[in-house]
């Protein structure tokens, strides 16, 4: 099993930036996938950025050139950091893992951006 908890997320204005922590209850060099989801008030969770275990990563299209996925192995800790944010960007962002064929989330953080 593991638990996720995110951290970071805030109040900021179009075009600044903030940065996502995802701490892990688990070594993370072993989990498959682990990644960023977003839910917007009325709409579906969707995709934000994933990395996997060889550090393959992918974004999905709304964030790529703003948005980097990283991790740091030694303290169990998935990133993402968000620039040039726009107020679309304003959603509860999650952390996800996939490990051992299960699914794990965290309780999510949200992130406001005003215009």
């Known amino acids: 099993q593991v638990h996720l908890v995110e951290s970071g997320g805030g109040l900021v204005q179009a075009g600044g930036s903030l940065r996502l922590s995802c701490a892990a209850s688990r070594s993370i060099f072993s989990i498959n996938t682990m990644g960023w989801y977003r839910q917007a008030p009325g709409k579906q969770r969707e995709l934000v950025a994933t990395i996997t275990a060889g550090g393959v990563t992918n974004y999905a299209d709304s964030v790529k050139g703003r948005f980097a996925i990283s991790r740091d192995i030694p303290k169990n800790t998935v990133y993402l950091q968000m620039n040039a944010l726009k107020p679309e960007d304003t959603a509860d962002y999650y952390c996800?893992?996939?490990?051992?064929?299960?699914?794990?989330w965290g309780q999510g953080t949200q992130v406001t951006v005003s215009s």
């Open positions: 996800y893992c996939n490990f051992q064929y299960s699914s794990y």
